[in-house]
């Protein structure tokens, strides 16, 4: 009897706290400002899009997705937040389950959606005389698509190739990734390809052609830049670019750490990886429901607008409209101010011909939604040629 139970003794019990504890709480607190925000924005969002249907472009068909995705993924974080605040997973193993496939389902569309975002925009962009082969119809298919792309990639764990397992804090659920096994090594390295390097190389591709076809045709059509014109399309060139930006450091930050740990997981040792750097990442990612609306919407002109015409408070809404369009106005005037100098002081310009110039269907700066044949929004800019330098008098 004493033999055995000295047996029992000299077992090892692994302790209960894998991470020290004040991490537990931190961690808990950054779920639960995903999970307070992500669904107040994501669904104030689609609540706008769906009342005004002037907003139901081709192109938001795609942000709309990405908002359906960032609510799903904003309300799942409810499940590893009260892990965290109790120091364990006491959901069970089929929460568990479910917790990691939701997870990826909307994490993986979200992927795929940001890269459809930025292909659509290349099209339009680059390519105008494609647009209009984007209508509504086509991207409601594409977005269909992706989802069932995104289902199918977050399936296959339950038919055998990968699995859903405890993360090493064990407050969540999420692909082994530091499995040696035929089966779940090559699914990882499978997803990590598809679904994480795959979305990157389109985006980048996207925005560059997109900034470098914006960039030639500014650059190659002299204008004369006293022009309200000319100052319109220099300011739209800067905030596309900003725009683009946000959107890429949005990505890149979001998902670029828990990329790092999964490829660091699959081709080194995932025992040499402390649990709270394989922990953070992932909270990270899912904070990316939070940015997503920020960046895609709450700063486009016409999504404030529409948002203020829907919200319960009239009188708030119409005071917020008021002062938007008074901004506006002194911005535009700023930039206005002394014309008669800077007309009187720039060489002479004749008119030598029309150059169509494609504008962002998104840009908040006065652009249109698509609404031209062809699906694109374009204006008419004079391309103005130099025919020398302007005499006292020449030009009243």
């Known amino acids: 009897m004493n033999s055995s139970n000295d047996s029992v003794e000299e077992v090892y019990v692994a302790p209960r706290y894998l991470i020290p504890i004040p991490q537990y709480y931190v961690i808990g607190t950054g779920l639960l400002f995903v999970v307070t925000f992500g669904p107040f924005m994501n669904m104030t969002s689609l609540v706008v899009f769906a009342k005004n249907k002037q907003l139901q472009t081709p ?32 959901w069970g193993d089929g929460v ?32 105008p005389l494609h647009s209009k082969n984007i209508t509504t119809r086509v991207a409601v298919a594409v977005v269909l698509v992706i989802w069932f792309q995104g289902f199918c990639w977050a399936s296959f764990p339950h038919f ?24 779940s090594a090559s699914y990882n390295v499978a997803i990590t390809v598809w679904s994480l390097f795959l979305p990157i190389v389109v985006i980048i591709f996207s925005y560059y052609k997109v900034m470098m076809t914006i960039r030639n045709i500014t650059r190659n059509n002299v204008w004369d830049m006293g022009s309200r014109i000319a100052r319109k399309n220099l300011r739209i060139e800067k905030k596309m670019f900003k725009t683009m930006a946000l959107m890429f450091a949005s990505y890149t930050w979001s998902w670029t750490p828990y990329t790092v740990v999964s490829v660091w997981a699959i081709i080194g040792k995932a025992s040499d990886i402390p649990v709270y750097i394989i922990t953070i990442p992932a909270v990270v990612a899912k904070s990316a429901c939070i940015w997503d609306p920020i960046i895609y919407l709450w700063t486009n002109r016409q999504f404030r607008g529409a948002f203020y015409n829907t919200i319960p408070c009239k009188s708030f809404g119409k005071m917020m409209i008021k002062r938007e369009e008074m901004r506006n106005r002194e911005k535009e005037d700023s930039q206005d101010e002394d014309p008669e100098r800077r007309h009187k002081t720039a060489p002479r310009l004749s008119l030598q011909k029309t150059v169509v110039v494609p504008i962002d269907t998104n840009e ?15 204006i008419q800019v004079p391309s103005l040629v130099l025919s020398g330098p302007s005499q006292p008098g020449a030009m009243a």
């Open 96 to 127: 568990c389950t479910f917790e990691g496939f939701w997870l990826y389902l909307m994490g993986l569309t979200n992927l795929y959606t940001h890269a459809g975002i930025a292909y659509d925009r290349y099209i339009v962009i680059a390519k």
């Open 59 to 90: 192109t938001n068909i795609f942000v709309i997705s990405l908002l359906v995705g960032d609510l799903g993924m904003s309300g799942a974080a409810f499940i590893s937040m009260t892990a965290n605040f109790n120091r364990h997973y006491f």
């Open 364 to 378: 908040e700066d006065g652009a249109q939604q698509r609404g031209a044949p062809g699906g694109s929004s374009q």
């Open 160 to 183: 055998g190739w990968g699995k859903y397992t405890y993360e090493p804090a064990r407050t969540s659920c999420a692909v082994e990734w530091d499995s040696n096994e035929l089966n």
